[in-house]
């Protein structure tokens, strides 16, 4: 008998009160008293011995983690109700304390760039420093490519209104945006984006056909103010590229996640055999279904149209059973999160499409948000975010600069859990049917990664260079999602899905610019590392973690090196991770031939 877990999550034990919190106030009152003292501080121009370079620090790292934790906070009670304007001003006010940290901190990394080279390794000898000692390096060496510290925080001052605002405005577009559906008795009802999106990929395809045409309708009502929206937001990083001297769009997005654009080329030469490798799996899907080729809708919508409804306890349950095989850290973690409310799951109206995982450092707690609505899907989404919340569990003892973690080794925790939870449901597997839906599920992660993120970053990669030369239309913005979707799915598709970049928030994200190829990278690194996990058994375990704990702490390709031993440079290890594709879809042709 499953254990019974709450479907809503509790913020109160974090700041009581939600919008309306006192303790929400003053957390933010002190974070803002904080910066006041760091910039009183940075501003008596003292020459940067060490004692000044290790207060600073040491302040830093205190305003950083409770602006961590309120950026989660504000995002949590956004996400859980999209018409909550107060929760909208706490997360202004929250960005504008942001904004004045980065202020702050641009004086701060003036003060480092400023120190001899000879000096600074000798501040790096001291404990505490060490400790953070690549954070520290990486912004010294970055502040010398940026602006002068004036500059750069005038630029963070008028981000506030300019570039994030623009950003938030996408949360204001879903707040309004209503889905006509029709239920099953007859009755017609509004659905919010997130009811709607989990209906796209329907057993049913009437249901599923129906729901994707009212999701285009929809955004394409609103796709002028997202074509406004994201030409605003382009156009700012551009102009700031090029007052920094910056002539690569992907030089930002690189430096964040911590890797060389050789690793990136090689990264996609490898999928685009991955790409090949999906071809007779989108042929005999298409076959099952009785079509010439797949919609767009049909792409992650089940074989078995007799797919059982997952209740929320027996999947987690049944992921703590997975995950205890691989670690029983992993599981007694998660089983925590499950009992003391972590997790946002109930299928409900106001709610914001999609899932995601937040941190809150200071609590040393995290809160994870997604529709729960039984499917297989949802089981690998919830694994997902789990692994995300696992991998902050493991770093909760480190220093906050050693927390700052790219997304693209946080999509490898995330990724690596979910794994588990699949690869090893169909090994136990002893129904043909079951069989073939976690298969599916698996695949669908690969055709994720191969192909819809591929569509993604080929358009956001043509679209950047289309807004060098002025605004692109509605239009223009439709035929090059088209385009990238027929390339990036081998021309494998029928309808296509010309209006995703208008209704994918991660377009939208001002925090992280191409908010895409960072997820091919999780998949097929955690490929790597659990094709490791299983050679090497238990003994993989602390291995695992110690990758993780170093995450904030090295560059991908450092990481790759010391804790497996390859150059991530190099296409080979990219591409023995794209073959393992191919036993997955030999085997879902085995199992579905007529």
Known sequence: MSNQY?????????????????????ELDEIATNIGKLTTLLNKKNRPSLELVKELTGLAQRVLIALRQSESFASCLMAENVKDQAAAALSDRVNTLSADYMSAMAQYDDILRNIGDNEWEAMLADPELGAVAFYL???????????????????GDLSID?????????????????????????ESVLLSAGQMFNRLSDSDREVRKAAFQEWEREWARNADLCADVLNRIAGFRLKLYQRRGWEQVLQEPLQINRMSEKTLSAMWEAVKEGQKLLQPYFQRKAELFGLERLDWHDVAAPVNTSERIIPFAEGADFILEQ????DPRLADFSEKAFKEGWIEAEDRPGKRPGGFCTSLPKSQQTRIFMTYSGTMDNLSTLAHELGHAYHQHVMDDLPPFAHEYAMNVAETASTFAEIIVTDRALKASKDKDETISLLESKIGNAVAFYSNIYARFLFETRFYEARKQGLVSTEALNAMMEEAQREAFGGALGELHPHFWAAKLHFYLTDVPFYNFPYTFGYLFSAGLYARANQEGEAFRDKYVALLRDTGSLTVEQLAKKHLGINLEEPQFWKEAVALTADDVALFLELTKK
Request: cysteine-free.
């Open 162 to 186: 300019g570039y994030h605002g623009w950003g938030y405005f996408y949360n204001t577009i879903v707040a309004q945006a209503q889905f006509k559906a029709v239920e099953k008795s007859g």
């Open 137 to 155: 390096n990486e912004r010294r060496e970055l502040a010398k490519i940026k602006l002068s510290p004036e500059m750069e925080a005038l630029i």
């Open 6 to 26: 709450p479907l809503t999550w509790d913020l109160d034990s974090i700041y009581p009160g939600g919008s309306s919190s006192k303790a929400f106030s003053a």
């Open 323 to 326: 995950f205890r095989e691989f």
